[in-house]
């Protein structure tokens, strides 16, 4: 089968995913999140499976949703986003079913992970991220909070202290800084990010299968025992916000390109 936002690949016991629309640095609209959920949790859950790449088209990895073109369902009773329908409905499968495939999942990152593209990132099991790439979950920018399960996945791996800082000042943090941070398992050159990359997936195709699932069953358990209610409370939260007077000013300043004028309404 095949899809118009995502590319999808099976050799060799790797399944490769790639994010596809490199016009928007892959931006998530609806159906990118129909496209990659199908993948995620029919393609790539083949047994013939072993391992799993993700990787952006064109100049980066993610950039989030896509608040130009369409990447908010909006509830015509108010016309406000329903965001509690996109998070339960087409982002959390998707996370969950990173999480819970059985088999490794690696994330290839160059140029932007950010927004929902961070925490697509975070949710892999190994993360490889080219020299010039940053990760930022910048939501507080158009008056929202991180979500995507990034509020689990974020601290899991960097710590409280880091986890507010992303959260609450929202900058971007570079590919060193991820690595020194835990964000990250690895930095690579640009050029070699790819290559390297396929080859560790390749390493992990040709691996003890049953053993990696086993660990990573018992890692989940460990680390994030509570994702099914944080995505819950994360929804509820995030839909919140994306009903304030705060979430239009900060949409509408992104898209005019100025400062928002926050009120805290």
């Known amino acids: 089968m095949s899809y118009e936002t995502v590319d999808w ?4 016991g790797v399944g490769l995913i790639t994010l596809n629309r490199p016009e928007t640095v892959n931006a998530w609209n609806g159906q990118l999140g129909e496209e990659l959920g199908e993948v995620i949790n029919e393609r790539a859950s083949d047994p013939q499976v072993r391992a799993v790449l993700i990787r952006g088209a064109g100049n980066g990895f993610s950039s989030g949703v896509d608040l130009k073109g369409g990447g908010l369902t909006v509830d015509p009773e108010d016309d406000r986003p329903d965001v509690l329908h996109e998070l339960h409905d087409v982002y959390h499968p998707i996370l969950r079913g990173v999480r819970t495939l059985e088999k490794p999942v ?9 927004g929902i593209g961070c925490s697509l990132a975070l949710a892999c099991d190994l993360i490889l991220a080219a020299e010039s790439s940053f990760f930022s979950l910048a939501f507080v920018h ?14 899991a791996a ?3 202290a880091r986890a507010f800082e992303m959260a609450l000042l929202g900058e971007r ?41 086993g660990a990573k069953k018992a890692l989940n ?5 509570h994702l099914e209610s944080q995505f819950d409370l994360e929804a509820d939260l995030q ?26 309404s």
């Open 142 to 155: 158009i008056g929202l909070m991180p979500d995507g399960g990034s509020t689990l996945f974020l601290p």
């Open 9 to 12: 690949e099976h050799r060799d």
């Open 221 to 225: 358990a460990s680390l994030y025992p």
């Open 239 to 264: 839909h919140a916000l994306a009903r304030t007077d705060d979430f239009a000013e900060g949409v509408a300043a992104f898209l005019q390109k100025r400062k928002p004028e926050f009120t805290g």
């Open 106 to 114: 690696v994330a290839a990152v160059h140029g932007a992970a950010a």
């Open 173 to 213: 943090v570079p590919a060193p800084k991820a690595r020194e941070w835990g964000l990250v398992n690895s930095v690579h050159a640009d050029d070699d990010l790819f290559g390297d990359a396929e080859r560790l997936v390749g390493r992990l195709a040709a691996g003890p299968t049953r053993s990696y699932a």
């Open 158 to 160: 960097a710590g409280k």
